[in-house]
């Protein structure tokens, strides 16, 4: 059973979606996440343990490389998508309510700002961490989290923004966020955003690379 979950973390953490990926070369007409995580299950191994001991070290893995530069974002996404053809054979039991995610986040690119790049990356990642991701895309305003708020009232909200010009809407999201929903967890990322900024518009953390972000909601609910 270990072997099995060993073997889908491999793929997941290099990139091999399934079998018939080309990718990476050295795992040519190897069997992908794909795969693995559909045998993993018909062997009667459980989605939180798929989850907890492949697919979220595979993805802390990821970010790790990442963050030390080690690897760039094609590897990235190649990862997230291994991690994502795994996960389709996860969902139905997380929709069934059999297996439990960790929390749920609600994330979005800024008003004003259609950059997704940056937005998806982390989003993957968190997921990859065994969280929810309602991800409500790119020019994204106030309103539009409020209302996923409403929704989903127990959610960390995740901003991202890749101009220098909609990092004034990011702050106007976060002060009417907190209006509303003054408990609310609220992370910022993107390009010209800083720690400095983060504190100064009242947001609760900053992270300059996704593993950071995925750092954050661990602690959050250890």
Sequence with gaps: MNEILDKLAKCVEFGKINKASPY???MKDQDGADELARKALEEGVSPDEILENALIPAMANVGEKFTKKEIY???MLMSAKAM???????????????TKRKGKII??????????????????MIEGG??????????????KFLK?????????????????????????IVAAIKEKYSEAKILVG???VTMEYCKKIGADFYSPDPQGAVNYLKQLIS
């Design 24 to 26: 990476p070369p050295n």
């Design 73 to 75: 974002v094609p590897q």
């Design 84 to 98: 994502n053809s795994a996960m389709a054979h996860l969902k139905p039991f997380f929709q069934s309510g059999e």
């Design 107 to 124: 994330i979005g690119t800024v008003s004003g700002d259609l950059h997704d790049i940056g937005k998806n990356l982390v989003a993957m």
């Design 130 to 143: 065994g969280w929810e991701v309602i991800d409500l895309g790119v020019d994204a305003g106030a309103e």
């Design 148 to 172: 996923a708020l409403d929704e989903n009232p127990d959610a960390v909200i995740g901003l991202s923004a890749l101009l220098t010009t909609t990092m004034e809407n990011m702050k106007k």
């Design 190 to 192: 993107g390009a010209p």
